[in-house]
């Protein structure tokens, strides 16, 4: 019988249906069944000739960012149907040097390893290692280390990758390539979808529609998808907004020093080496949102305002950055929620759980989700029944938010919880209310300063530790 062309009148993409090999048949009244006629499972192993053929679910994803990419590749890689529809592929989801590079840690590239290797060389390729030297926390004022991070051993003892930083263009450029054009379809914005007990149906801004078995938000942190299951809602402004800055200019540092966050009240800056001589840094002030409109040449006078009298570290970086190369946004976020989805339908990345950049672990969190996800449904489509239950689709996806919870939640948490101590940081005793001659300018090391950098660097070397390596996934470890 001849494929028909189920609910899509857009030809460009469309998804045949063969209505012999699909029969629905209730066994009752809460339990349907997905009968699948000559169509073949595929196991990860592939079949006895080593060949592997597609698995019956299709999965359809709303976003093509870093989540959604990551997620069809693996998809793609353990035989699933896949179609990934995207607003803008050009648009890098509105990045590009806006939001500059992307720090990938150990545990992120462990599980790009695990989903396909030669991706994961591709990536390790073309980033700029900084697990290998010095990263932490440094007094802004002063330029003198808080706390240094060792992010090497425990990726080398557990036989990890070192955690790099790479352009978020270019790491788009390598999945989209890996994902390849028959997959991606571009200027495709989901809007809508509903849902029955055989499938889940996608309407785009065009009209145009599609169907799968399961539909994954991986749509960011302004997500319709999230809207439609949850309903519309406010992102939460951090209270800061980010200036961001890339600049050619090779500090003295260069070989010890991967990226240092330095501090301040209301204040901190990052500095980040991302190879090729340059670095990349984000200066992020507590203010109100975008309530200053800066003209074309007036963001460098307003840093340097803003951070006068910080180390030369600090000002160097701003000093050598050109105007034209610095950009602002506002930082939001989510509140946490403890339900991604229903039914057929659940969340990724920054759809499902949008943080602050603070701890650099957003986008390896999309990359942990998507790994997670896929195995889920992994486990479903091998269990070598030709049968395929509409409530083991669902309780796959059940399974994997559960699983991401805590982990995420904790991460989530913690991204928070550092800017709101940056709003009672002081390193030094004011002496405001004593009208002296000197005092105004006089260093005197607060009290609790020295209890913290006692106890911060053990407690958070603790929790690196358990960020870069404590993604659940044992059969990762000593690869």
Same mark, same amino acid.
């Given at each position: 019988?001849?494929?028909?062309?189920?609910?899509?009148?857009?030809?460009?993409?469309?998804?045949?249906?063969?209505?012999?090999?699909?029969?629905?048949?209730?066994?009752?009244?809460?339990?349907?069944?997905?009968?699948?006629?000559?169509?073949?499972?595929?196991?990860?192993?592939?079949?006895?000739?080593?060949?592997?053929?597609?698995?019956?679910?299709?999965?359809l994803i709303a976003g093509g960012g870093i989540a959604g990419l990551v997620l069809a590749l693996a998809?793609?890689?353990?035989?699933?149907?896949?179609?990934?529809?995207?607003?803008?592929?050009?648009?890098?989801?509105?990045?590009?040097?806006?939001?500059?590079?992307?720090?990938?840690?150990?545990?992120?590239?462990?599980?790009?390893?695990?989903?396909?290797?030669?991706?994961?060389?591709?990536?390790?390729?073309? +980033? =700029?290692?900084?697990?290998?030297?010095?990263?932490?926390? /440094? %007094? #802004?004022?002063?330029? @003198?280390?808080?706390? &240094?991070?060792?992010?090497?051993?425990?990726?080398?003892?557990?036989?990890?990758?070192?955690?790099?930083?790479?352009?978020?263009?270019?790491?788009?450029?390598?999945?989209?390539?890996?994902?390849?054009?028959?997959?991606?379809?571009?200027?495709?914005?989901?809007?809508?979808?509903?849902?029955?007990?055989?499938?889940?149906?996608?309407?785009?801004?065009? +009209? =145009?529609?599609?169907?799968?078995?399961?539909?994954?938000? /991986? %749509? #960011?942190?302004?997500? @319709?998808?999230?809207? &439609?299951?949850?309903?519309?809602?406010?992102?939460?402004?951090?209270?800061?907004?980010?200036?961001?800055?890339?600049?050619?200019?090779?500090?003295?540092?260069?070989?010890?020093?991967g990226y240092r966050v330095f501090l301040g009240r209301d204040q901190y800056f990052v500095a980040s080496?991302?190879?090729?001589?340059?670095?990349?840094?984000?200066?992020?002030?507590?203010?109100?949102?975008?309530?200053?409109?800066?003209?074309?040449?007036?963001?460098?006078?307003?840093?340097?305002?803003?951070?006068?009298?910080?180390?030369?570290?600090?000002?160097?970086?701003?000093?050598?950055?050109?105007?034209?190369?610095?950009?602002?946004?506002?930082?939001?976020?989510?509140?946490?929620?403890?339900?991604?989805?229903?039914?057929?339908?659940?969340?990724?990345?920054?759809?499902?759980?949008?943080?602050?950049?603070?701890?650099?672990?957003?986008?390896?969190?999309?990359?942990?989700?998507?790994?997670?996800?896929?195995?889920?449904?992994?486990?479903?489509?091998?269990?070598?029944?030709?049968?395929?239950?509409?409530?083991?689709?669902?309780?796959?996806?059940?399974?994997?938010?559960?699983?991401?919870?805590?982990?995420?939640?904790?991460?989530?948490?913690?991204?928070?919880?550092?800017?709101?101590?940056?709003?009672?940081?002081?390193?030094?005793?004011?002496?405001?209310?004593?009208?002296?001659?000197?005092?105004?300018?006089?260093?005197?090391?607060?009290?609790?300063?020295?209890?913290?950098?006692?106890?911060?660097?053990?407690?958070?070397?603790?929790?690196?530790?358990?960020?870069?390596?404590?993604?659940?996934?044992?059969?990762?470890?000593?690869?």
């Amino acid at each position: 019988m001849a494929p028909l062309i189920g609910l899509n009148s857009c030809i460009q993409y469309k998804y045949p249906v063969n209505i012999s090999e699909f029969r629905i048949e209730k066994f009752s009244m809460r339990r349907y069944y997905v009968r699948s006629e000559g169509r073949g499972y595929v196991h990860l192993d592939g079949d006895s000739n080593g060949k592997k053929e597609k698995k019956s679910l299709r999965v359809l994803i709303a976003g093509g960012g870093i989540a959604g990419l990551v997620l069809a590749l693996a998809a793609k890689n353990r035989g699933f149907e896949v179609k990934v529809f995207e607003k803008d592929l050009s648009a890098v989801r509105g990045e590009g040097r806006h939001r500059g590079p992307i720090q990938l840690l150990s545990n992120a590239l462990a599980v790009l390893e695990a989903i396909d290797e030669n991706v994961a060389k591709q990536i390790m390729e073309a +980033g =700029c290692v900084t697990g290998n030297r010095i990263n932490g926390i /440094a %007094d #802004g004022l002063s330029g @003198e280390w808080f706390a &240094k991070f060792d992010l090497l051993t425990p990726a080398i003892r557990r036989g990890l990758p070192l955690t790099l930083v790479i352009s978020r263009m270019s790491l788009q450029d390598i999945l989209v390539n890996a994902v390849g054009p028959e997959i991606l379809s571009n200027k495709s914005k989901v809007v809508d979808f509903m849902e029955d007990s055989n499938k889940v149906i996608i309407t785009l801004a065009n +009209g =145009c529609q599609y169907d799968g078995e399961v539909l994954i938000g /991986a %749509d #960011g942190i302004w997500s @319709e998808v999230r809207s &439609k299951l949850f309903g519309r809602q406010e992102a939460k402004y951090s209270n800061y907004t980010c200036f961001s800055g890339l600049t050619n200019f090779v500090p003295p540092y260069i070989n010890t020093v991967g990226y240092r966050v330095f501090l301040g009240r209301d204040q901190y800056f990052v500095a980040s080496d991302i190879g090729n001589g340059k670095m990349q840094w984000y200066a992020f002030n507590r203010e109100a949102p975008m309530n200053n409109f800066i003209s074309a040449g007036g963001k460098k006078t307003r840093l340097l305002n803003l951070f006068r009298g910080w180390c030369d570290e600090v000002i160097t970086l701003i000093m050598e950055t050109p105007d034209h190369m610095i950009s602002q946004r506002d930082i939001y976020d989510r509140d946490m929620i403890y339900s991604w989805g229903t039914g057929r339908v659940t969340l990724v990345g920054d759809a499902a759980h949008p943080m602050q950049p603070n701890l650099g672990q957003g986008g390896c969190m999309a990359i942990e989700d998507c790994y997670q996800l896929i195995l889920e449904l992994d486990k479903i489509a091998n269990s070598r029944c030709s049968i395929l239950p509409s409530d083991q689709i669902v309780s796959a996806l059940r399974r994997y938010e559960k699983k991401r919870l805590f982990r995420v939640s904790t991460i989530h948490t913690a991204s928070r919880m550092a800017s709101q101590v940056l709003a009672v940081y002081q390193p030094y005793i004011e002496f405001g209310f004593v009208h002296l001659p000197g005092l105004s300018t006089l260093r005197i090391i607060h009290p609790g300063i020295h209890v913290a950098r006692m106890l911060f660097p053990i407690f958070m070397q603790q929790f690196m530790t358990w960020m870069i390596s404590g993604h659940g996934f044992d059969h990762l470890k000593k690869r």
